[in-house]
T-cell receptor, first 112, second 116 residues
């Protein structure tokens, strides 16, 4: 499986935008980019996914580089509830199973 | 709708004992996956079941086993517990067995196992 690289931690101020980067230089053409986050004392939670085009949903936006070797998860206005570990994960479209390969993720700290 | 429910939430065992963890998926979800999360690390895949059949197995010893019941609930069993088995055990359910598009996983809050 192609690997992802994320910063260990990031800090943000409340109500400011947050850009969480992810590098995936060995991504294949059939890999989707998925983001999950894990709030304290909870299981991971799906955030967003995309293949080539930028994506928006009620939680966040996903910006994908033209060469697909990197992507950025954008939280438009961080709240204290967004403090979590964010995981960037690649999933092959031909993967017949539900195995997700989690890395270390980025721990986002939000300051009031 | 109820989310993915796991039991027990916390348990303490001693080395050599056996443990059974339980998971009820979201109604309508036929796939259940199990993950182990050691403190400070991301979750690691253990097993996936779909329609009561094993669909995937991660790099875990044979001491780990699982099964899925006709109502799609699942159990994870770990025999001969070691100190290193101390972790958060997560269950995730999904409608489909795979596919990278809209088939997202919904995780439970986990069962925290401590082995003394």
């Amino acid at each position: 499986d192609a690997k992802t690289t994320q910063p260990n931690s990031m800090e943000s101020n409340e109500e400011e935008p947050v850009h969480l980067p992810c590098n995936h230089s060995t991504i294949s053409g059939t890999d989707y980019i998925h983001w999950y986050r894990q709030l304290p004392s909870q299981g991971p939670e799906y955030v967003i996914h995309g293949l080539t085009s930028n994506v928006n949903n009620r939680m966040a936006s996903l910006a994908i580089a033209e060469d697909r070797k990197s992507s950025t998860l954008i939280l438009h206005r961080a709240t204290l509830r967004d403090a979590a570990v964010y995981y960037c994960i690649l999933r092959d479209v031909y993967n017949a199973g539900n195995m997700l390969t989690f890395g270390g993720g980025t721990r986002l700290m939000v300051k009031p | 709708d109820a989310g993915v429910t796991q039991s027990p939430t916390h348990l303490i065992k001693t080395r050599g004992q056996q443990v059974t963890l339980r998971c009820s998926p979201i109604s309508g979800h036929k796939s259940v996956s199990w993950y182990q999360q050691v403190l400070g690390q991301g979750p690691q895949f253990i097993f996936q079941y779909y329609e009561k059949e094993e669909r995937g197995r991660g790099n875990f010893p044979d001491r780990f086993s699982a099964r899925q019941f006709p109502n799609y609930s699942s159990e994870l069993n770990v025999n001969a517990l070691l100190l290193g088995d101390s972790a958060l055990y997560l269950c995730a359910s999904s409608r489909l067995p795979g596919g990278a598009g809209a088939n997202v996983l919904t995780f439970g809050a986990g069962s925290r196992l401590t082995v003394l």
